[in-house]
């Protein structure tokens, strides 16, 4: 078979996804950013420009050069996590390369042979895969629904299941921008097992010190949290958070953090940097709730048939996936980048602008956005 054969069933899908308008490509960044997930304008800040330096003088070195049970554990990832599991309120953290390991890790390690894994139907794909990776049988419950989330449960134990049941929900639902009934999710998870809150786009942001929306429930022995560093605390990497008997196994049991290379010990100075910052300089969620409520008003007032989130991710759904390509790309030529989401990301027929609203915008860019959505997309 020559190469050109092998590579044909390659070529043949990438052309069914062009004719599909759905085929991705990489862009720069270019425009005002209404894509990142930077919602505090930390990724340029020099607090942790500087807290890298200083990192580097201590002789931090830039490569873990190993995994954590190796040579790669290092006295400033340690301090970090300690530090971290003070914030979070929790026993014990652990550091991740990224947040999409870090939620596959826990998947797949910590739900056992017998349990049931039961997710929220538009939870992360990193969710997914750990779902299908993983020991524990899979199911699902309607997007926010907690009775039907009981419902599941009450069949699955009806069937003579007596394992535990793992809840895994986002606080903050990256591509809706809306939040999980937390506490009553924590309510069905005390009668039946454990609750993995993913804070990915809620750290930073929300709760006291932008402890999250899980704050209410930290310390609590079956609620585990996972927070991302490359989102709103402006570098790389995860954590999670939890029992630290839950944490110990993690470190013994977990082959996705055991076969990889530690993190970068220079995103453990940045890490605990970005959480004095939280701690510190509140006005960044005050400025950035200013956004969301201002951003709220405009398209209330100039496009009042959209549904607004509430949050500071707002999904406006268009539809059809090349009139959605179509009009990010409008929006870009005016200098904004706002970005287009379409299936398998979001559910078929939803394609999407995401806007993402951060402190890398002003309150006008902010105002001149929703002046340019109402100018190009007025959708009666």
């Given at each position: ?275 004095d910052i939280l701690r510190e300089e509140a006005w960044r969620r005050e400025d950035l709730q200013g956004h969301v409520q201002a951003f709220g008003e405009e398209l209330r007032r100039r ?78």
């Open positions: 078979m020559s190469s050109a054969d092998r590579l044909k069933p390659y070529r043949e899908n990438l052309e069914g996804l062009t004719r599909q308008g759905r085929r991705r490509g990489l862009a720069g960044r270019q425009g005002v950013d209404f894509a990142s997930n930077d919602y505090l304008g930390l990724a340029q800040s020099p607090r942790l420009v500087d807290a890298v330096r200083r990192a580097l003088d201590d002789g931090v070195p830039v490569g873990a050069a190993g995994s954590r049970l190796l040579r790669g554990n290092t006295a400033a990832q340690e301090a970090f996590e300690e530090k971290a599991a003070r914030h979070f309120g929790a026993e014990a953290a652990l550091g991740f390369g990224g947040g999409y390991v870090a939620n596959f890790a826990a998947l797949t390690t910590l739900p056992q042979r017998g349990d049931l894994l039961l997710m929220d139907e538009l939870s992360h794909a990193s969710t997914h895969e750990g779902a299908r990776a993983g020991r524990a049988a899979v199911q699902s419950f309607r997007h926010g629904d907690v009775q039907h989330a009981a419902d599941v449960i009450a069949a699955w134990r009806q069937a003579g299941n007596r394992g535990a049941v793992w809840i895994a929900v986002e606080s903050l639902y990256s591509m809706d921008g809306d939040i999980a009934p937390l506490d009553d999710l924590a309510a069905l998870a005390d009668e039946h097992g454990f609750l993995l809150v993913d804070e990915a786009h809620a750290t930073g942001i929300y709760g006291p010190d932008g402890r999250g929306l899980a704050h209410a429930l930290e310390g609590r022995g079956n609620v585990l949290t996972l927070h991302t560093l490359g989102k709103a605390m402006g570098g790389s990497g995860a954590l999670l958070c939890g029992a630290g008997c839950l944490v110990d196994f993690m470190v013994n049991r977990c082959r996705p953090f055991i076969f990889a290379t530690a993190p970068s010990p220079l995103m453990a100075a940045v890490g605990s940097e970005a959480l496009l009042p048939h959209l549904q607004f989130s509430g949050s500071q991710i707002v999904p406006l759904i268009v539809g059809p996936d090349v009139e959605t390509m179509e009009l990010a790309r409008r929006i870009q030529e005016r200098g904004f980048d706002v970005r287009g989401i379409r299936p398998p990301t979001v559910p078929e027929g939803t394609s999407r602008l995401r806007i993402s609203l951060t402190l890398n915008a002003t309150r006008a860019d902010v105002i001149r956005l929703a002046e340019t959505l109402e100018e190009l997309w007025p959708v009666s």
